[in-house]
Nanobody, 126 residues
Framework: QVYLAESGGGSVQPGGSLRLSCSVS?????????MAWFRQAPGKEREGIVA???????RYSGFIWHRFVASKDIAKNTLSLQINNLEPSDTAMYYC???????????????????WGQGTQVTVSS
């Protein structure tokens, strides 16, 4: 059974930083698969932040303006997302996702991913 668990969310003031983590279990470290970070604000559709190839190559959405940095620790089977200079508009539930089908040229499409974590809430307010 594949299991993804996000952590690291919280409430911060504008300009602050957070580091989100996603631990993956149930998938062999030798298996290649796409991963991604998404977020969903209340009343809005889920949007892709970054997709990560098995080798760690990243494809970011243009809206993040380099404030988000994703990294993959293959040995630990974890995916992280560093978020800097947080803005109120970043308030959302953040989700980690994995694909059992796509193994390269990973995209930020929600329909490419069939394994999702429960999400971790990020709230940015003064």
């Amino acid at each position: 059974q594949v299991y993804l668990a996000e952590s690291g969310g919280g409430s911060v003031q504008p300009g602050g930083s957070l580091r989100l983590s996603c631990s993956v279990s149930g998938i062999s470290r030798k298996k290649e698969y796409c991963m991604a970070w998404f977020r969903q604000a209340p009343g809005k559709e889920r949007e892709g932040i970054v997709a990560v190839d098995p080798d760690g190559r990243t494809r970011y959405s243009g809206f993040i303006w380099h404030r988000f940095v994703a990294s993959k620790d293959i040995a630990k089977n974890t995916l992280s997302l560093q978020i800097n200079n947080l803005e109120p508009s970043d308030t959302a539930m953040y989700y980690c996702a994995a694909s059992s089908t796509y193994t390269n040229l990973c995209l930020r499409r929600t329909d490419n991913y069939d394994r999702w974590g429960q999400g971790t809430q990020v709230t940015v307010s003064s």
